[in-house]
Every structure is written in C-alpha cells, then in structure tokens.
C-alpha cells in the first residue's frame, strides 16, 4: 500500500514546462540552444515550478539537470517528472528491469534523489499486460524504495489512455495519479474535452489529467511543420499541415500571431474544462489574496526554444489566471474565443479534431488476455515526442 501522500492535485502548479524541445527534433544541436536562460527565467522569475522531460527526448534530461542545477534553487522546490519505457522511436522497454534502469538513469541525469511524478510513457505502443506491468514497478519503486512520489501515464489516442486507466484502476484497485494527454486540446483538436471521455477518467479515479502540445507540435505556428526539423518527423498527412497553415492568415487579418492565439485559447479554455482534473495549486492574483475560481484549474504543458517564447507564453498564461472581473481581459479572451471557434474552425473544415493513428493495430484491445498484434514499426506513427 502507498504510503500517505497528499494528492497529485494539491501539489502540481497549473503550469508547467516541457522540455521535449531541448532535442534534436526541434534543434539542430540542442546544447546550444538558450536552455539555461530558459530554466532559470522560468523558475526564478516566472515561478514555473514543474518541468517535464523524457529519456526519450534525447538530450533533455542532461540539459535540465545541468540547467536546474546551475539555478542552484533547493531541490524541494520545484517537481521534475519524467517518463519511462520508450526508448527510441521504435524500441520499448516496459519490463520491470527496463522500468527500474530507466528511473535510476534519470535521477543521474536530472541530478536529483528523487523524482515527482513518473510516467509510462507513449502506452499505445504496448499491450496493456505491459502498461500494467510497468505501472506496478514504478509503484513499487515508490512505496518501497522512495525513488518517486507519483505514477502515470502517457501517450496520444485519448480513447486508449481511458481504457488504460480504467483497466490500471480495475486490476489493482489504484487510480492513477495523472494522465497526459498531447496534441487532443488546441486549437485543431479538442477530443480531450469531450464530456464522455472526461467521465471515463472520473470513472477510473485520475486525480489529474494534463494537456500538452498547446501549438500541435509545430502545427499551429506561422512556420509550420513543412519548414523546419518537424518536417522529417511530423505525422500529420499533407492535408492538415495545409489547414492548420492557413490559419496564420487568419490570425494575421485579426491584428494577432497564431501561435499567441493558440497558446491562449488552449490555455484558458483548458483551466475550465480540466478543472475536475486539474489542480487546487492556484496562484493568488498580484493585487491581493484571492484565489481565482474554480477552486481547481486545469493543467497545461507548454515548450519552447527560446526565452522570447517563455515570456510571451508566460503573458498568455497571466490572462488566464489574472483578475476574472477584469473587463479588458474578458474582452481579448472573448474575441480570442471567437477568433478560434467561428473562423479558425470553419477554416478547419473535416480537419478539426482529426487524430492520426498512433500504436497498436487494435487500440481498443487494452484488457489483460485480450489479444492484440502490435502493428509493423514501419505501419506505425513513432514520432510521439515533441509535446508543445
């Protein structure tokens, strides 16, 4: 039985820092990118107190160890969390072994003794006896080694992560701590918030479920995918890289920049409709004490490259939790929202909430005995990183 903790939810702030962008996926060389500016602006002057990273994502937990480090901010006060299981794009290691080797390399990298939150991370690629198998290790793990706080999981098909966790809640009688989801809460695709799949998380006890890729993984950026390092990678089909591109001429008509206004809506609508999810960690407005209804605000996962991109991110993210009577910021949330639903979405046309296929041939085999034949790597979607 797990020691007494308190939960996930009173503990992680609303916001948090991905680093999968601290790769070669997104940086031709991501040791020069700006990475400690990045961290230590974070923490010290923004006060983004959780950062999340992945032995997947290359170089990543290397350079947020050194990065938080070189803060040199005590270790209790911020989260790290990070991942376990996916090794490289086609490679997985859900064993017990693999589990245990996975989380004491990342306490070498990220420098620390212990780690807040870990993930079996992209569980689509494996049958659910492996998710189950890699849940209970990272378990033990906390309740007998006390090398981590909390467990959970990750991965792209929303449907499949609710199944998972109801088959994880089912079999052990344990919720998970947290789900994270990528890529299904933006501007393009909102499967996330549909009220059928937030009950099926309810109904497998998930204290919080997480929103991550706020800008598609590159989709929703006057760039796009086509014109950068995404482009070898990327698994959206040509036919939503083009309407996802063209909404940077809608924005530009209205006064504003695509990526501003994708981070918002996400962002905003997120702490609302993540609220039964998200955390009681709210920060207090500047000009008094009051916290800001609801009493739990959805979490969001936000990356960048650059210290420009923090600060413009972290200004989105102060309209969403400054003063809810002010009338000016209702304003530009209002024509933000109207911005994004009557004339991106339009735009959008058959491509809004479009998912690619992402795992194993059958996703909806996620029972223990079921049967289920993992799709040739060459048939599969194996980019599953970059979730900003």
Known sequence: ????????????PPLILGTATFNTQYHPDPTHMPYNSIVSRALLTHKITAFDTSPYYGPSEVLLGD???????????????????????????????GIRSSVRRSLARLQ?????????????FVTPEEVLAAVCELRRLR????????????????????????????????????????????????????????????GAGVDCVLNASMLGMGLLTRVGVDNGPQSLWHPAPSGLRSACHGLAAIAEREGEHLEKVAIQWSMNNWARTGAQFGTTAIPVREEGSAVRQPTRMGI????????????????????????????????????????????????????????WESGLARADAVAPGATSQPVPVKERDTSGIAKI
């Open 143 to 202: 309740d007998e080694e006390g090398l981590l706080q909390y467990v959970g999981i990750s991965g792209y098909p929303v449907d499949v992560l609710c199944s998972l966790a109801e088959m994880v809640y089912r079999e052990t009688g344990e919720p998970l701590d947290a789900v994270m989801s990528y890529n299904h809460f933006c501007v393009q695709n909102t499967r996330l918030g549909h009220a059928a799949r937030l009950q099926r998380f309810a």
């Open 1 to 12: 039985m797990a020691a007494t903790r308190p939960p996930l939810s009173s503990v992680l």
């Open 112 to 124: 620390t003794p212990y780690l807040d939150l870990v993930y079996a991370h992209d569980v689509e």
């Open 300 to 355: 969001s996962v936000m990356g960048v490259t650059n210290v420009a991109e923090l600060d413009e991110t972290w200004q989105a993210w102060r309209s969403v939790v400054g003063d809810a009577s002010d009338e000016m910021e209702a304003q530009k949330r209002e024509r933000i929202t109207r911005l994004v639903e009557d004339k991106m979405w339009a735009s959008l046309g058959g491509w809004k909430d479009y998912a």
């Open 67 to 97: 990065a938080l480090a070189n803060t040199h901010a005590p270790r209790s006060s911020y989260l790290l969390i990070t991942k376990a299981g996916r090794i490289k794009a086609d490679v997985f290691d859900y064993s017990p072994a």
